[in-house]
């Protein structure tokens, strides 16, 4: 049963442009949601977890600048600019947000930049 | 300097053969130690965890915590060509699902 729909699965992103993804969550059971990336190394990083519509968060890092919305219960959205290298981005989603639980990851939007 | 540190980067083991991977963190306030694993083209999934010093074990699989090391190991047994994958150690302690994560290991099984 997939708890977690991303979409796009992939997209390339001239440079400079902005992207949109977007995670809608499946099962209302696993209400926390989050942003992970995965670089070209394929290491994992947390980016964001929000919890309640709402929620927006802004965070700067190396190769990428991002911009998190909860939008709703079901749909949490992400906004990437200023990209110069790809990555993957995973939505995932848990029941009560602590560390004693597993996170669901997404299949995952791939951006790549042109 | 990287929290969670994993070794080695790659393993090749036969089919049948007892696969072992280790981890290692350098932040005493990791409580919860998970190992998460990436079939290509895939999103992660969680293999197992553990929380208390010792032994745990799920069918072929073993994760061992010694919590005064900050040490981590998974052991598969009986490696099937199926469990070639990326595995992750990742380790957590406040802040709401926010995973650390070390660099993984890739493990090849061969026929």
């Known amino acids: 049963v997939t708890l977690l729909e991303q979409n796009p699965r992939w997209r390339l992103v001239p440079r400079g442009q902005a992207v949109n993804l977007r995670c809608i969550l499946k099962?209302?059971?696993?209400?926390?949601m989050s942003w992970y990336q995965q670089d070209l190394q394929k290491q994992l990083q947390w980016l964001f977890t929000?919890?309640?519509?709402?929620?927006?968060?802004v965070k700067s890092l190396p190769g990428a600048d991002y911009l998190a919305t909860r939008v709703t219960d079901t749909e949490l959205r992400l906004q990437v600019a200023n990209m110069s290298q790809g990555r993957t981005l995973y939505c995932t989603c848990?029941?009560?947000?602590?560390?004693?639980?597993?996170?669901?990851f997404g299949h995952g939007t791939k951006l790549s930049v042109l | 300097q990287q929290k969670v540190q994993q070794s080695p980067e790659s393993l090749s083991v036969p089919e049948g053969g007892m696969a072992s991977l280790n981890c290692t963190s350098s932040?005493?306030?990791?409580?919860y130690f998970w190992w998460y694993r990436q079939h290509s083209g895939e999103g992660p999934k969680a293999l197992m965890?553990?929380?208390?010093?010792g032994d745990k074990k799920e069918g072929r699989f073993t994760a061992h915590l010694n919590k005064a090391s900050l040490h981590v190991s998974l052991h598969i047994r009986d490696s099937q060509p199926s469990d070639s994958a990326l595995y992750f150690c990742?380790?957590?302690?406040?802040?709401?699902?926010?995973?650390?994560f070390g660099k993984g290991t890739v493990l090849l099984v061969s026929p």
């Open positions: 848990s029941g009560t947000g602590g560390g004693n639980e597993r996170l669901f």
């Open positions: 990742a380790a957590s302690g406040s802040g709401y699902n926010k995973l650390t």
């Open positions: 965890s553990i929380f208390s010093d």
């Open positions: 932040d005493r306030n990791f409580q």
């Open positions: 929000l919890r309640s519509p709402g929620d927006k968060e």
């Open positions: 099962n209302s059971q696993y209400p926390w």
